[in-house]
């Protein structure tokens, strides 16, 4: 039977029909007689119910309702009773299995429905009916949304296909009416299946008829292929045919549409989300073809300004600059997003006095520098160049568009830690501005950080007493000197390997051959972890460690050297025979033979910041408060021992830090935290000829990555770090000097 034969001459169901709506899918209709009020609300009466059933009414052109209700059928025929909300069945039907059925016929169907039903049940099919059966694949049910599609609209308008993104996904071009609002869905609805596509689109200004021209990308195989823009206020569809695309390729169209900036976006938010080369060929788009520069420049009667730092990152963006504002016309800077909202910057920055470039190249005047962080819900993706502008009270806005930005995490984080000068870098500025920023960077750099390569120096096939590991970054001068005061050391070359992590792969060559060469010379057992590229002194430890092999961890700087043999072995025995001691440091002395470390103590600045300060630095060697042994806050981590078992059990370094800071201290305290104590051993002695490999990243030195790294070990410690300091020092009114304090002491291990 077909669909219009069972609707009589007042266009009411006689009866209820069952149809076939997809490969295992039904759809019962019934018209509710005029005897049942429209708000009547009707159910199914059945054995056992189907999972998923869903329904919905719909109106009729005559004033009536309409009831579907769609579900998977039983494979044996089964009795469906209608019941009202009262009670009472309103009619029976036999429900088939689905294969015996009569396709739904959508023709006859709209023949009836209200033009507004027609729109609604169009909707359901895509959203509710799709989504519940998970179907976008079944052909039966796809010629059904089709031939929906076409009773809604039988000439559905051209789309055109702008460029083609990646294999797949086009860029396609459109003209939809002002009237439809805000897009809530967008679908595309092929020969074989129906995709639901990101709603993100590039809505222009309304042409002179009336139509708004719109920009998007579809995710689907080839044309030819529907696309079903849904809204609130309606539906558009339009077919996109056969055909070339208007560009060749998206280079060709990127180069050809420089001031396309709103697509520009949107291309390279989608490219970002493609695996493998998608960010890459995003950003080589930018590179080559990039935005005009757009600055406001100094004046002494209007605003004026610069956005020089605009660093889109994965949970917002962070950008800095400098305004001058003689007069009451300035009213802001906003951050122009993708879609054109504009974001004001001052929601969540901070400003701090600074000077901008005169007229000439000698000439600086004062200006106000600032520094501000947007959350975004979503990343923009590898964008080089976000668009801002100046806001002026009269509601007009200039553009200021930044230089292409950094997209390498090493080279963001650089900027950021240049963006606010180190006299400015305080809590302000860090909270809620430089500290989100810099997290996101860390946490995608360290995504990148991996081991390249090993290489092994006559390791033994039995596991050793102790692992020593050494980062190396781009400092080899002390190795000669390290190895031979370690070979040299019977004990030592007994029971210890030394594992160095190069964490500069560009000198590789130059470290394997000092390295064969020093092994060729003492046949100490070492092994060569090279990273891919310079991630930090953390992470490399940390790669070092996993690598390490021995149940005691030492943790050892590269221009630490022995004074003399023993040292490892004192250090060691103080391990072993406490299973309450978590880590211990020895005593380390400059080159003249002054102490540089006896334990390490924590000490308020100015700010209220707890910065990390040794006991007794600076005394002579032989000082005698720092020639016992005893229990200290922390020690430091250029020569830290450990065991194996507790670095792990705590994660070992912890690697947000900038660079190379606090995190011995964070380590001693994470120990601390798990309730074993950190010692301080007098009887163990080494050179430390401190810093050297910190002062080759000259962006730690100038930048704010000291006080960044203190801001942030105080905001992770402060309730630790003062009770440890106040049970340590309140008890026998005792206080840090500035050479040495008077501590309570503990017996030698």
Not at 274 to 286: F, N, R
Not at 456 to 476: H, N
Not at 627 to 654: K, M, N, S, W
């Given at each position: 039977m077909t669909f219009d034969e069972s609707i009589d001459a007042t266009g009411v169901f006689?009866?209820?029909?069952?149809?076939?709506?997809?490969?295992?899918?039904?759809?019962?209709?019934?018209?509710?007689?005029?005897?049942?009020?429209?708000?009547?609300?009707?159910?199914?009466?059945?054995?056992?119910?189907?999972?998923?059933?869903?329904?919905?009414?719909?109106?009729?052109?005559?004033?009536?309702?309409?009831?579907?209700?769609?579900?998977?059928?039983?494979?044996?025929?089964?009795?469906?009773?209608?019941?009202?909300?009262?009670?009472?069945?309103?009619?029976?039907?036999?429900?088939?299995?689905?294969?015996?059925?009569?396709p739904l016929d959508v023709e006859a169907l709209f023949a009836d429905l209200a033009p507004d039903a027609r729109i609604k049940f169009v909707n359901n099919l895509l959203t509710v009916?799709?989504?519940?059966?998970?179907?976008?694949?079944?052909?039966?049910?796809?010629?059904?949304?089709?031939?929906?599609?076409?009773?809604?609209?039988?000439?559905?308008?051209?789309?055109?296909?702008?460029?083609?993104?990646?294999?797949?996904?086009?860029?396609?071009?459109?003209?939809?009416?002002?009237?439809?609002?805000?897009?809530?869905?967008?679908?595309?609805?092929?020969?074989a299946s129906i995709t639901r596509m990101a709603v993100r689109l590039v809505r222009g200004r309304n042409a002179k008829s009336g139509m708004q021209s719109c920009h998007f990308i579809a995710e689907v195989p080839s044309p030819p292929f529907l696309i079903v823009l849904l809204s609130k206020n309606g539906v558009a569809i339009r077919q996109i045919a056969d055909g070339k695309p208007r560009h060749p390729s998206l280079q060709s169209w990127w180069g050809k549409n420089?001031?396309?900036?709103?697509?520009?976006?949107?291309?390279?938010?989608?490219?970002?989300?493609?695996?493998?080369?998608?960010?890459?060929?995003?950003?080589?788009?930018?590179?080559?073809?990039?935005?005009?520069?757009?600055r406001i420049a100094k004046s002494s009667m209007h605003p004026s300004g610069e956005v020089d730092l605009a660093l889109a990152l994965d949970d917002g963006l962070l950008a800095g600059g400098w305004f001058h504002a003689p007069s009451s016309a300035f009213a802001g800077i906003d951050y122009v997003m993708e879609d054109g909202t504009a974001v004001p910057l001052d929601a969540n920055s901070y400003e701090f006095p600074a000077w901008a470039q005169g007229k000439d190249e000698k000439s600086k005047t004062d200006v106000t520098g600032f520094v501000a962080w947007i959350p975004l819900s979503e990343s923009p993706g590898p964008l080089l160049q976000p668009r801002f502008q100046m806001r002026l009270a009269s509601g007009a806005v200039r553009p200021l568009i930044p230089m292409p930005q950094p997209f390498e995490p090493a080279t963001q984080r650089n900027h950021v830690l240049r963006a606010v000068p180190p006299q400015h870098a305080v809590d302000g500025a860090f909270r809620t501005i430089l500290a989100p920023a810099l997290q996101d960077i860390e946490r995608r750099l360290g995504k990148t950080i991996e081991v390249d390569?090993?290489?092994?120096?006559?390791?033994?096939?039995?596991?050793?007493?102790?692992?020593?590991?050494?980062?190396?970054?781009?400092?080899?001068?002390?190795?000669?000197?390290?190895?031979?005061?370690?070979?040299?050391?019977?004990?030592?070359?007994?029971?210890?390997?030394?594992?160095?992590?190069?964490?500069?792969p560009e000198i590789r060559d130059q470290t394997e051959h000092l390295l064969g060469g020093l092994h060729l010379l003492h046949g100490l057992p070492m092994k060569l972890v090279v990273m891919n590229h310079n991630g930090g002194y953390a992470r490399a430890c940390n790669a070092g460690a996993r690598f390490a092999r021995g149940a005691i961890l030492v943790m050892l700087n590269s221009d630490v050297v022995p004074c003399a043999p023993g040292w490892l072995q004192v250090l060691s025995r103080a391990l072993l025979k406490s299973n309450e001691l978590g880590a211990?440091?020895?005593?380390?002395?400059?080159?003249?033979?002054?102490?540089?470390?006896?334990?390490?103590?924590?000490?308020?600045?100015?700010?209220?910041?707890?910065?990390?300060?040794?006991?007794?630095?600076?005394?002579?060697?032989?000082?005698?408060?720092?020639?016992?042994?005893?229990?200290?806050?922390?020690?430091?981590?250029?020569?830290?021992?450990?065991?194996?078992?507790?670095?792990?059990?705590?994660?070992?370094?912890?690697?947000?830090?900038?660079?190379?800071?606090?995190?011995?201290?964070?380590?001693?305290?994470?120990?601390?935290?798990?309730?074993?104590?950190?010692?301080?051993?007098?009887?163990?002695?080494?050179?430390?000829?401190?810093?050297?490999?910190?002062?080759?990243?000259?962006?730690?030195?100038?930048g704010v990555a000291s006080q960044y790294n203190s801001w942030l070990h105080?905001?992770?410690?402060?309730?630790?770090?003062?009770?440890?300091?106040?049970?340590?020092?309140?008890?026998d009114h005792d206080r840090p000097a500035a050479a040495g304090v008077r501590i309570r002491k503990r017996n030698a291990a």
């Open positions: 006689k009866n209820a029909k069952i149809f076939r709506l997809g490969a295992e899918l039904a759809v019962l209709i019934w018209d509710l007689p005029p005897s049942l009020p429209a708000t009547t609300k009707c159910l199914l009466s059945m054995d056992q119910s189907p999972i998923p059933l869903v329904s919905m009414m719909l109106p009729l052109s005559n004033g009536r309702q309409r009831m579907f209700w769609a579900m998977r059928p039983e494979k044996q025929p089964v009795s469906v009773g209608i019941c009202t909300e009262h009670g009472s069945t309103a009619e029976t039907i036999v429900m088939h299995p689905a294969r015996t059925l009569v009916w799709r989504s519940a059966f998970r179907i976008a694949s079944d052909h039966l049910f796809n010629m059904v949304v089709e031939d929906a599609l076409h009773a809604l609209v039988p000439e559905p308008q051209v789309a055109s296909i702008v460029c083609q993104i990646a294999q797949g996904r086009h860029l396609i071009e459109t003209a939809i009416s002002p009237d439809l609002g805000d897009i809530t869905a967008i679908y595309a609805i092929g020969a420089p001031e396309a900036v709103e697509l520009r976006e949107l291309v390279i938010r989608r490219l970002a989300t493609l695996p493998e080369s998608g960010a890459a060929t995003a950003i080589d788009l930018q590179v080559r073809t990039p935005l005009a520069t757009s390569s090993t290489k092994d120096y006559s390791l033994p096939k039995s596991a050793p007493l102790v692992s020593i590991v050494v980062p190396l970054y781009r400092v080899l001068d002390f190795l000669r000197f390290q190895l031979s005061g370690m070979a040299t050391d019977p004990w030592l070359a007994a029971n210890a390997e030394v594992i160095y992590v190069l964490d500069s211990v440091g020895p005593k380390l002395i400059y080159e003249d033979g002054s102490l540089q470390h006896a334990g390490l103590y924590f000490g308020r600045d100015q700010r209220g910041i707890w910065l990390n300060h040794h006991f007794h630095k600076g005394m002579p060697g032989d000082y005698v408060p720092a020639q016992q042994a005893r229990d200290v806050p922390g020690v430091t981590g250029a020569c830290l021992v450990t065991r194996r078992d507790t670095y792990e059990r705590v994660g070992g370094y912890t690697e947000d830090y900038v660079i190379g800071d606090y995190e011995d201290s964070d380590l001693c305290l994470k120990i601390r935290r798990v309730g074993l104590k950190i010692a301080y051993e007098p009887a163990a002695c080494l050179y430390h000829f401190e810093r050297r490999s910190i002062r080759r990243s000259q962006d730690y030195m100038r105080t905001q992770r410690w402060e309730e630790d770090i003062a009770e440890l300091m106040a049970n340590l020092f309140d008890r």
